[in-house]
């Protein structure tokens, strides 16, 4: 029951608080600082944050790790901007 | 640069070591002087039932690594070989008077060629942990590079922004003196100025068991850590197993005078051959005749006579074969008894560091040249009958000695029946 609640309060977290999350999983991959201290929902993961895309594997378990859910490749095919990482993470956890 | 009719002289202008009795020149030196012991006792070797639970691992702390790698380099990594060997690098680039900054312009007239056995045997066992358990994904974006053999030679590269050739070569216990020895043809034909040449061995029971199964390894000496490895012993019991890396700036002499960079020693040439596992050499064992001749032919190559050299430094890993190489020294060189010159095994406080030990060996020999001594050989009062009868026990020093030291030559050889020798000379113009 416990875990069905928290379950449930998770599915409610706001897009703000997805990104902040987001935001902590990216920082160790970053290397724009500039960039990502003026992140927002456009900034993009290897254009603007200068992530290496080999990286983004790495960035895909880690967001699988803190949001419980899984990423298929279709949709780790998609995640190229917070934007959506963030629709891909709601998306999942409605599902 | 055209490759034709050249015949540049070559020198050593940087050193870089992670030994397990010392990680750093300064410590280093100071502990092959002292005759300072890097082994010790390993539970997880008892644990795992090991015959030999003694080893040398060299003493890397956190901090270290930061100064070294990057929080993001860091991540996901176990991979000691390619830690040691990163750290060994940048040293010896470092040392040879060169600044490491990710950005520098890319500098197409320096390579590295820096070798191992296996490389991230640690991380190659949390991959096929994973895949075993249908989680292949999980592995993420580390596990390739830190497990491909050439990984070293790969991270190396990127942070020193080599342009000539980077990779990695793998020839057994030869792997660290015949990377030398490669790097040595490659700038003596005026392939490129400036070469890192190398090798790494991870810290592992992984990298250790077989040779445990094959009952080499040193087993007597369990509860005396210290006087486990026995180079040239009667009571020699086998190899103690030893990690770490070793790391050398080989220059073109010219591109040295022009940096005005600090010479070590100079490189006067040497061989790599192999006995092809004929007349007595196997996988495991080597052709004696090969031996000789790798060490003869170094000698044609440097063009020097045998009594010109002033000091061996061996590849002696304290098995039964050690008075087999002995008496090939004593043949190729055709000098025994007191005309034989000082010889001495740096295994005796390190260990046998396999894929990491010629390079290890040779940054060692290297600084005896610079700093004019000879470094002891600990544990080996009882000099082996079969040894005592063909050269002078006093060849076999058991304290440093400081001596005038001119040519040093040294050899390592490998599983696969392969050999390397290497002729360093003290230098001058």
């Known amino acids: ?95 | 640069m055209s490759s034709t009719q050249v015949n540049n002289r070559v020198v050593i202008t940087g050193l870089g070591v992670v030994a397990p009795n010392g990680v750093g020149l300064e410590e280093f030196s100071k502990s092959i002087k002292y005759g300072t012991s890097g082994i010790t006792f390993h539970q997880n070797l008892k644990d795992k039932g090991f015959s030999c639970c003694i080893g040398g691992i060299p003493k890397i702390s956190e901090e270290k690594k930061l100064e070294y790698l990057t929080p993001l380099q860091l991540r996901g990594f176990n991979s000691t070989s390619i830690l040691y060997g990163c750290i060994a690098g940048i040293d010896a680039w470092k040392d040879a008077g060169f600044s490491v900054d990710e950005n520098s312009s890319l500098d197409y007239d320096s390579g590295l060629i820096f070798g191992t056995g296996t490389s991230g045997i640690e991380k190659f066992r949390e991959a096929i942990y994973k895949i075993d358990d249908q989680k292949v994904r999980r592995l993420g974006s580390t596990s390739v590079v830190q497990t491909m053999a050439s990984g070293i030679s790969a991270y190396l590269g990127g942070i020193l922004g080599f342009g000539n050739q980077v990779t990695t070569n793998s020839s057994a216990c030869t792997t660290g003196t015949e990377a030398l020895l490669l790097g040595f043809d490659r700038i003596k034909n005026g392939k490129t100025k400036r070469m890192l040449v190398g090798s790494s061995s991870d810290s592992s029971l992984y990298t250790w068991g077989g040779f445990d199964a094959m009952r080499v390894m040193s087993y007597k000496y369990n509860e005396t850590p210290e006087k486990g490895s026995r180079p040239m012993s009667e009571t020699a019991s086998g190899f103690v197993p030893g990690s770490g890396a070793g790391a050398l700036v080989l220059e073109s002499l010219e591109s040295a005078i022009e940096r005005k960079a600090a010479i070590y020693a100079e490189v006067l040439g040497g061989n790599i051959n192999s006995g092809g596992q004929r007349n007595g050499g196997t996988l495991t064992a080597p052709n004696a005749e090969a031996v000789q001749k790798c060490i003869t032919d170094a000698l044609l190559d440097a063009e020097i006579s045998s009594s010109e050299i002033d000091a061996i430094n061996g590849h002696l890993t304290a098995t039964s074969k050690d008075s087999l190489e002995i008496e090939n020294w004593t043949k190729a060189l055709q000098r025994n008894g007191a005309d034989f010159p000082y010889i001495n095994s740096l295994k005796s406080m390190v260990g046998h560091c396999l894929a990491a030990s010629g390079a290890i060996e040779s940054v060692a020999s290297v600084l005896q040249i610079k700093e004019q001594f000879i470094f002891p050989n600990i544990n080996c009062e009882d000099v082996h009958s079969e040894i005592s009868e063909l050269i002078s026990t006093d060849k076999i020093p058991t304290k440093m000695i400081q001596k005038e030291l001119n040519i040093i030559a040294k050899a390592s050889f490998g599983f696969g029946d392969v050999n390397a020798c290497v002729i360093f000379k003290k230098y001058s113009k």
Request: aromatic share 4%; charged share 30%; glycine share 0%.
């Open chain 1, 1 to 95: 029951m416990l875990v069905l609640s928290l379950k449930n309060i998770q599915n409610k977290m706001t897009k703000e608080e997805i990104i902040i999350k987001l935001t902590t999983i990216v920082k160790p991959y970053i290397q724009n600082e500039e960039a990502f201290k003026n992140l927002t929902e456009a900034t993009d993961f290897m254009s603007d944050l200068e992530i290496n895309s080999a990286n983004l594997v790495d960035i895909v378990l880690d967001v699988e790790d803190e949001f419980d859910i899984i990423i298929d490749n279709d949709s780790m095919e998609k995640m190229l901007t917070i934007k959506s990482v963030v629709e891909i993470i709601q998306e999942k956890q409605l599902a």
